[in-house]
């Protein structure tokens, strides 16, 4: 049974024309949900962690919201150079980190 | 800014042969991932390593796989006898807490 649920698979966007991603999880007691930004043939890049329902954290053109069943990530004024996979987590039982499938954002001029 | 650097950043090798992946962590952490990503599929967990011990492995990291952190600098993976299943790109990722930071990634092909 799949913990993180990322929606959509593939978003396209024109440049300047915001939206969000979204992360749905399933785990209790959750211990942090992390963002993460990756380019093609390249590691994960660490955006944010989230604790409890009601955080929020921004950097830049993102931001990052928790609820208790799900998360979302908000673009707002997206840039080609946002263009990338995003990728939600969860810890699994101990602190391995269990990844969603992630959203393919492209972003066009 | 601190980074995990990972070598090689490609490795062909033939199926049944061993192949070592290596790691370098950032400096003052102190837990040790090892994930796969299968070309078009997710992150995968493999391994996590504290106090130079295995904490927690998947089904995936069975007897063909090992690690160890040899010099207390460089964290390493192994793969005893390759399969063409095991074509991916391994990420080794690092932590002195809560947020994990990902190397660059080695691609490992194997024919």
């Known amino acids: 049974e799949d913990q993180v649920t990322q929606s959509p698979e593939a978003l396209r966007l024109q440049e300047g024309e915001s939206s969000s991603l979204n992360c749905s999880y399933t785990?209790?007691?959750?211990?942090?949900l992390f963002w993460y930004r990756q380019d093609p043939g390249k590691g994960p890049e660490f955006l944010f962690t989230?604790?409890?329902a009601g955080e929020e954290k921004e950097k830049e053109r993102l931001k990052a919201t928790l609820t208790k069943k799900e998360s979302f990530l908000h673009i707002t004024a997206p840039k080609p150079e946002d263009s990338a996979t995003y990728l939600c987590?969860?810890?699994?039982?101990?602190?391995?980190?269990?990844f969603g499938k992630g959203t393919s954002l492209l972003v066009t001029p | 800014e601190p980074e995990v650097t990972q070598t090689p950043s490609h490795q062909v090798t033939q199926m049944g042969q061993e192949v070592i992946l290596r790691c370098v962590p950032i400096?003052?952490?102190?837990?040790f991932y090892w994930y796969r990503q299968i070309l078009g599929q997710k992150v995968e967990f493999l391994v996590s390593?504290?106090?130079?011990?295995?904490?927690?492995k998947s089904e995936i990291f069975d007897d063909q796989f090992s690690v160890e952190r040899p010099d207390g600098s460089n964290f390493t993976l192994k793969i005893r006898s390759t399969k063409l299943e095991d074509s991916a790109m391994y990420f080794c990722?690092?932590?002195?807490?809560?947020?994990?930071?990902f190397g660059p990634g080695t691609r490992l092909t194997v024919l």
């Open positions: 987590a969860v810890h699994l039982s101990g602190y391995a980190l269990n």
């Open positions: 989230l604790y409890s």
């Open positions: 785990v209790s007691g959750l211990r942090g």
């Open positions: 390593f504290y106090n130079n011990e295995i904490s927690e």
């Open positions: 400096s003052n952490h102190l837990y």
């Open positions: 990722a690092t932590a002195g807490g809560d947020t994990q930071y």
